[in-house]
């Protein structure tokens, strides 16, 4: 089991905020994550993949080079190690039925790293564990019952009474879903204090690769582990919690017959994806109305006028973003901060997004802004913000 490594915010946030909250509204009160302790720079990942997964193909050694370079990565952590091949060999080999494996090395592996990043968000929110009142917990990488939400619980201390939510499955889109739901709770139980927690590994998805299966190297190539959790409350106490961003209007939105074009499947070796090629242009067909939709509920009517929060599922769907909105070049800086940090980490990705743009909008920039996400399904989530 790698060790979890904990990060809380890089500074101090203002214990007041400059704009008041809106009775009643959900904000987040505070943010943390964490990560396994092993990390890989992008430059030194295709030749250890090679090496691990035994792999003796000089075409696909090269087509994962092309692709590192492309996906602009520079740093991810991983729960894969040395030792866990050492210990499984078995799953460096084509065709072998390895999930009870991976799940025996996923499921600790997420619960642990949604532990630090709990510990983190809650040492920054500076008020007892015991205070939460509900668990929304996110993740597409571990399968059991009792879930790990439970397991948190437990690691965390909480109260036995504490609420809990599973969100399992849901991909990239997983962490604005998280908070569209933790938003309702808050909203709707008066005092209440949520917390969502995100968790993801790779594991899952983990095998050698093979010319009939070429996502697997765009995963190779993109995809990262890591955890990440907030604090969600309504009306924040004054003088002990700093609400940083409030969360005024959430919408979700499916685009019809696209469940295809990202397509994953649980099979006795693990997970299996298909990612198609058209999923940047089903983005860029439906983005615009789908973001008019949550602008209009604010007096803001210029794309330009807003910080963007974005998932940054890659490359190719920021830059469709940005041509199609035609937003100012900066104005995705924070996403392509989180992708070249972090790589794609699911659902935990937009929050190390959220947490670059509070240091952005802490020199008192734009008011109101679009948290987006986008997944399986083709699923758009979407949450109009506001600076606090």
């Not at 564990?129 to 399968?143: F, G, L």
């Not at 994953?264 to 999923?279: A, H, P, Q, T, V």
């Not at 490359?315 to 070049?329: M, V």
Request: glycine share 8%.
């Amino acid at each position: 089991m790698t060790q979890g490594k904990l990060n809380g915010s890089s500074k101090e946030h203002a214990a007041c905020t400059r704009r008041v909250p809106t009775p009643g509204v959900a904000t987040i009160l505070a943010i943390g994550k964490a990560f396994p302790s092993q990390i890989i720079p992008q430059e030194c990942l295709v030749e250890g993949y090679i090496r691990d997964t035994k792999c003796e193909d000089s075409y696909i050694k090269e087509k994962l080079e092309r692709l590192c370079k492309n996906t602009t990565v520079k740093t991810r952590y991983t729960v894969m190690s040395k030792e866990i091949l050492d210990k499984y060999p078995e799953l460096a080999t084509e065709g072998s039925a390895t999930i009870k494996q991976k799940l025996e090395i996923a499921n600790p592996a997420v619960v642990e790293m949604a532990t630090n990043a709990s510990l983190a968000c809650i040492k920054e929110w500076g008020r007892p564990a015991q205070d939460i009142t509900h668990i929304v917990y996110v993740s597409s990488s571990e399968i059991r019952l009792p879930g790990g939400d439970l397991y948190l619980a437990n690691e965390l201390g909480l109260r036995s009474d504490v609420s809990r939510v599973m969100l399992y499955f849901l991909g990239c889109y997983g962490g604005v879903t998280g908070l569209r739901v933790a938003k309702d709770i808050a909203e709707n139980n008066l005092g209440s204090r949520v917390l969502l927690t995100t968790s993801e590994t790779t594991i899952l998805g983990f095998r050698p690769p093979n010319k009939s299966r070429p996502y697997d190297l765009v995963g190779a190539a993109l995809f990262g582990d890591g955890a990440a959790a907030v604090i969600i409350g309504a009306n924040p106490v004054l003088g002990q919690e700093s609400p940083f961003m409030e969360l005024n209007y959430a919408v979700q939105k499916f685009v019809p017959e696209t469940h295809t074009v990202i397509d994953g499947r649980l099979s006795e070796e693990g997970i299996n994806f298909k990612l198609g090629r058209d999923l940047p242009q089903k983005i860029e067909d439906n983005i615009e109305e789908f973001c008019k939709k949550l602008m209009a509920k604010s007096n803001i009517k210029d794309f330009n006028e807003l910080f963007w929060a974005v998932h940054p599922g890659g490359p190719a769907i920021l830059n469709k973003l940005e041509s199609t909105l035609k937003l100012s070049s900066e104005k995705l800086d924070c996403s392509r901060k989180a992708l070249m940090d972090y790589g794609n980490v699911s659902s935990n990705t937009i929050f190390y997004v959220m947490e670059y743009m509070r240091e952005y909008l802490k020199e008192g920039r734009e008011e109101w802004g679009l948290g987006l996400a986008f997944g399986p399904g083709i699923t758009f989530e979407g949450i109009l913000l506001r600076s606090l």
